[in-house]
């Protein structure tokens, strides 16, 4: 199982950016993908979950109305679109695979992750 | 998002056993299972207990989790130098519909 995001980078306060997570090793559409941050030195924070077929979607409070979060069962990939970014958002992005297809079960395996970076 | 409550650090002698707790409430810990995470500096986080108390294939039996009530436990036994990482746990939050981690407790081997 393989796990790698990409999309990070240094944006503008008020910008936006669409992060990508490519999986590999693993039937993606058996399963629920979240997306996990860390800001500096800070410790982990939940921000969404994307059930199997997409009909279940949930959004932590701080990126609700900011953030959609979609997937690509047929290209493997998870995505995850951030807009109205504020250096508050400034974090590393892991996604992460779930156990079960609706979302609410344990991260199994994470990515590397990506840097996003905000400035004011 | 309201994060689970764990101590800020912990710490033993290599052999010694080392609990970490983590507080939550009924809509979290108190209705669903418990994830631990453990994670090295610059890494990903990588799962060390399932299902409160279930060890994923390669995670030594020196690792264990218990649950009770609202609150979770891992235990480290046979504390070796290579332990030494910041651990969190992790759970489904019913009232809040998404997952909920704490704060993270950072284990340091003397």
């Known amino acids: 199982v393989q796990l790698v995001e990409s999309g990070g980078g240094l944006v503008q306060s008020g910008r936006s950016l669409r992060l990508s997570c490519t999986a590999s090793?693993?039937?993606?559409?058996?399963?629920?993908l979240h997306w996990v941050r860390q800001a500096p030195g800070k410790g982990l924070e939940w921000v969404s979950t994307?059930?199997?077929?997409?009909?279940?979607?949930a959004y932590a409070d701080f990126v609700r109305g900011r953030v959609t979060s979609s997937r690509d069962n047929a290209k493997n990939s998870l995505y995850l679109e951030l807009n109205s970014l504020r250096p508050e958002d400034t974090a590393f992005y892991y996604c992460?695979?779930?156990?079960?297809?609706?979302?609410?079960?344990?991260?199994?395996?994470w990515g590397p992750g990506t840097q996003v970076t905000v400035s004011s | 998002q309201s994060a689970l409550t764990q101590p800020p650090s912990a710490s033993g002698t290599p052999g010694q056993r080392v609990t970490i707790s983590c507080s939550g409430t009924s809509a979290n810990i108190g209705d669903n299972s418990v994830d631990w995470y453990l994670q090295l500096p610059g890494t990903a986080p990588r799962l060390l207990i399932y299902s409160t108390n279930r060890r994923p294939s390669g995670v030594p039996d020196r690792f264990s989790g218990s649950k009770s009530g609202t609150s979770a436990s891992l235990a480290i036994s046979g504390l070796r130098s290579e332990d030494e990482a910041e651990y969190y746990c992790a759970t489904w939050d019913d009232s809040l519909g998404g997952h909920v981690f704490g704060t993270a407790t950072k284990v340091t081997v003397l």
């Open positions: 992460a695979k779930g156990t079960d297809n609706y979302g609410i079960g344990t991260l199994d395996y």
């Open positions: 994307i059930s199997w077929n997409s009909d279940f979607i």
């Open positions: 090793g693993f039937i993606l559409a058996d399963y629920a």
